[in-house]
C-alpha cells in the first residue's frame, strides 16, 4: 500500500470507530416529498425542497424547453461565451424579488460565498462569522487572506465588541452571517446585524439560502426586517426554487464588480440553460401563489406544538440527540417506521450535538406530521 492509501485507510478507520463515516446512499426522489432508497418508499423529512417546485410541471416543463433550445450545457465560463440571454432575465427577478439594483447568478451558492468574500476583503481586511454560519462562509473567508474573527451565534454585543477591537485596525470590514442557519433553523438579527455594521462602517453579507420562498411571502429572512440595509445578499436556486444555482443580489457598483473580478464566475463554466429557466417558472409560481410560501412554516410549527418543543422559526426543526452513534440509531428507528430523516453529525454540528435535521416541505401530508410528532418526542424528552 503506498502512504496515500495508507493515509486515507487510517483517516476511514478512525473515521468509522467515532461513527463519523459518511457514505453516499442513491436515493431516487419522488413527487410529493416521497423518496425510494434501499428498495423502500419513505416520506422525506432531509430535503430542502421546501416548496416541492423541484418536481412541479411548470418548473419541468420550462427546464425541457431551455434544454431543447439551448442545449444541456452553457460550454463556457460566463465572461467568454457561457452568458445565455436567460441569465440575465433570472437576475433581474432575484434583484427585483430582493430589492436590489441588481444580482449575479454563481454556479451554487456555495461558489457564490467563496467568490464574493475574498472579492470584497483580503490581507489588510477583517472578516467577521457568527460561529456557526454555513461552511461556504467559511471557505470564502479563509480564501480572502483576512484575518478572520468570530463572534458568538447571533450575539450582536460580541460582534460589536470585536469591531470596536479591531475595527480601526483593518482597511475594511465585512460580517457574514447565515439569514437563516441550516442546521438549527433559527434567525439572524439582521436589523441589530446591520445597525451594528453602519456604526463601524463594515459590511454584511446574509446568506439566505433556507429563507427565500418560505420566509415573508416568499421574500426571505431579510423581509422580517423592513428597512434592514445588508448590502451583500446571497441566496440559492436549489432549495425552495427547486433548482441548481446560487446568485448575490447587491448594488449596480457591486454586481459590476463581481462580474469582472470573483474568480468562482470568472474561471467556471455558466449554468446550464434549463436551470435558469426551472427558476424563472418557480418564482412564476411563487408570485401566482403566495399562500404556498407560508405552508412549511405552518407545517413545522404543527410538529414542534405536537411534539414539545419551541415553536419553529424556520422549516427546519432540530432534535438534539448527542452522540453521533445515537442519532444514527434514531434516523434508523424512524426509518424503520417509513419516515427518512437523515442523522447529522460532526462536523456539520458541534461535537456532541448530533441530531435529527427535520425540513418540512409544503407537500408533507399533515396525518404523517403528527405521527413522526409522536415518535421524535421521546428524544426531545430524553435527558
Known amino acids: 500500500m503506498n502512504s496515500l492509501d495508507a493515509f486515507a485507510g487510517d483517516k476511514l478507520s478512525a473515521l468509522e470507530a467515532a ?9 431516487r426522489r419522488l413527487a410529493g416529498a416521497w423518496v425510494e432508497r434501499d428498495g423502500r418508499r419513505l416520506l422525506s423529512f432531509s430535503c430542502n425542497d421546501y416548496l416541492g417546485l423541484s418536481h412541479h410541471p411548470a418548473v419541468i416543463a420550462a427546464a425541457q424547453a431551455a434544454a431543447a433550445e439551448h442545449g444541456a450545457g452553457s460550454g463556457a465560463s460566463r465572461l467568454i461565451t457561457g452568458d445565455n440571454p436567460l441569465f440575465s432575465q433570472l437576475e433581474a427577478r432575484l434583484a427585483e424579488l430582493k430589492g436590489t439594483q441588481a444580482a449575479c447568478l454563481f454556479g451554487s451558492g456555495y461558489l457564490a460565498n467563496a467568490g464574493v468574500i475574498p472579492t ?19 471557505a470564502g473567508a479563509q480564501l480572502s487572506g483576512a484575518r478572520i474573527l468570530t463572534f458568538r451565534h447571533n450575539d450582536v454585543d460580541h460582534l460589536q465588541a470585536l469591531l470596536t477591537e479591531h475595527r480601526a485596525s483593518a482597511r475594511h470590514a465585512l460580517v457574514a452571517t447565515d439569514g437563516v442557519f441550516s442546521m438549527d433553523g433559527d434567525i439572524a438579527p439582521l436589523d441589530a446585524l446591520s445597525q451594528a455594521c453602519k456604526a463601524h462602517d463594515a459590511w454584511l453579507l446574509s446568506d439566505d439560502a433556507h429563507g427565500v420562498g418560505v420566509l415573508a411571502q416568499g421574500k426571505g429572512s431579510a423581509a422580517l426586517f423592513p428597512g434592514v440595509d445588508i448590502p451583500l445578499q446571497v441566496g440559492t436556486l436549489s432549495k425552495a426554487l427547486g433548482s441548481y444555482g446560487g446568485y448575490v443580489c447587491g448594488s449596480q457598483a457591486v454586481i459590476d464588480l463581481l462580474k ?9 463554466t ?4 434549463a436551470s435558469a429557466a426551472a427558476a424563472l417558472a418557480a418564482l412564476d409560481v411563487i408570485a401566482a401563489d403566495p399562500a404556498l410560501t407560508a405552508l412549511p412554516l405552518a407545517k413545522a410549527r404543527a410538529f414542534t406544538a405536537a411534539a414539545g418543543l419551541p415553536p419553529a422559526a424556520s422549516p427546519i426543526v432540530p432534535v438534539i440527540i448527542g452522540e453521533a452513534q445515537a442519532a444514527l440509531d434514531a434516523s434508523r428507528a424512524l426509518e424503520a ?32 406530521i403528527a405521527r413522526l410528532a409522536a415518535l421524535v418526542r421521546p428524544y426531545v424528552q430524553a435527558p
Open 120 to 138: 470584497f476583503a483580503g490581507p489588510r481586511d477583517i472578516v467577521l462569522v457568527d460561529e456557526l454560519a454555513h461552511a461556504c462562509i467559511w
Open 270 to 273: 455558466g449554468l446550464p440553460p
Open 260 to 268: 469582472t473580478r470573483a474568480r468562482t464566475v470568472i474561471y467556471t
Open 337 to 368: 417506521e417509513g419516515f427518512l430523516v437523515v442523522a447529522i453529525r460532526p462536523p456539520t454540528v458541534p461535537a456532541g450535538a448530533a441530531r435529527l435535521r427535520i425540513a418540512f416541505s409544503a407537500e408533507h401530508p399533515d396525518a404523517e
Open 19 to 27: 461513527s463519523l463515516l459518511r457514505r453516499l446512499k442513491p436515493t
